[in-house]
C-alpha cells in the first residue's frame, strides 16, 4: 500500500508529459537565449547521458553527451520551459529536470540518483520546493503503513475503514496542496505543469482545473503544459 501511494505522487510529479516529441535547438538564434547545463558526478556511473522528452510514462532521448572525468555539459534551446529526463548508458535511472533557457547545472550522486542538486535554475528551484512540500505529506503514509499492516493481519474491518478515512484525507491534503501552489505561483511555468498532472489524478476536478488555469499568466498559458490543459477542457 505504501509503495503505491508514494509510486502515485511520484508519477504526478514526474511521468505527466504527454505532448509529442520536440527536438531540441542544437542552437539558439539571435532571438532566443538558449541553456547550458553543466552536469558534474560525484562518481563514475556511466561514459555516455542522454537528454531525454518525457511521453507519457516512456521517456525518448533526443540529444546525448559523453562523460569525460565525471563530467558533460547539454547546449541548445527551448521554445519554453519542460520537464525532461536525464539517463545514462546501461542504467535505468531517470533524473527529472526543468530545461529552460539559461546557464545551470547539476550535480549529480549515483548512489543517490533521486536527489541530484541543481544551481542556477528558479524554475528547477521551484520545483524542488514544490516536491519537498509534496513528500511532507505523503510521509505521513509511514506512521499508517504499520497501522495497516497489523489491521490486514487481525482482518479489524473497522480499523482499515479508518485507515482509509486517512489515506483519503492525506490525497485530499495533497490535492489542496497542489492547486494552491498553483494559485500562488501562476506566474511561473511550474504552476502550469503542476496543473496538468491533475489530469492524471484518480479523479479529475473539472472545474477546478478550468478555474485554476484562467489564473495562470498570459505567458505561462502560452507553454506546452498549458496547452494540453486548454485543449483538454476547449479554454482557447
Do not use: W
Not at 528558479?122 to 514544490?130: I, P, S
Not at 493481519?153 to 490525497?171: P, Q
Amino acid at each position: 500500500m505504501k509503495k503505491i501511494l508514494v509510486a502515485c505522487l511520484y508519477s504526478f510529479i514526474i511521468f505527466s508529459c504527454n505532448s509529442p516529441v520536440s527536438q531540441i535547438k542544437k542552437e539558439s538564434d539571435s532571438k532566443t537565449k538558449g541553456f547550458v547545463l553543466n552536469g558534474s558526478l560525484k562518481s563514475y556511473i556511466s561514459d555516455k547521458v542522454y537528454l531525454c522528452k518525457i511521453i507519457e510514462n516512456d521517456i525518448h532521448p533526443i540529444d546525448s553527451a559523453i562523460i569525460k572525468n565525471n563530467n558533460f555539459i547539454f547546449k541548445g534551446a527551448v521554445g519554453y520551459p519542460e520537464r525532461f529526463a536525464i539517463t545514462f548508458e546501461n542504467s535505468s535511472a531517470a533524473i527529472i529536470l526543468i530545461i529552460e533557457n539559461t546557464n545551470f547545472e547539476i550535480i549529480i550522486d549515483p548512489n543517490q540518483l533521486d536527489e541530484p542538486v541543481i544551481k542556477g535554475s528558479e524554475l528547477n528551484t521551484k520545483l524542488e520546493e514544490y516536491k519537498s512540500n509534496s513528500k511532507n505529506i505523503f510521509k505521513k503514509i509511514d506512521y499508517l503503513f504499520p497501522k495497516f499492516q497489523k489491521a490486514r493481519l487481525e482482518n479489524d474491518v473497522e480499523n482499515l475503514a479508518e485507515i482509509g478515512n486517512e489515506l483519503k484525507n492525506i490525497e485530499t491534503e495533497f490535492t489542496d496542496f497542489s492547486f494552491n501552489f498553483v494559485k500562488t505561483n501562476s506566474d511561473s511555468y511550474v504552476a502550469a505543469m503542476i496543473l496538468r498532472d491533475q489530469l492524471k489524478s484518480s479523479t479529475v476536478d473539472t472545474l477546478r482545473i478550468s478555474n485554476a488555469y484562467k489564473q495562470l499568466s498570459e505567458a505561462v498559458k502560452k507553454s506546452p503544459d498549458a496547452q494540453v490543459i486548454a485543449a483538454a477542457f476547449n479554454l482557447r
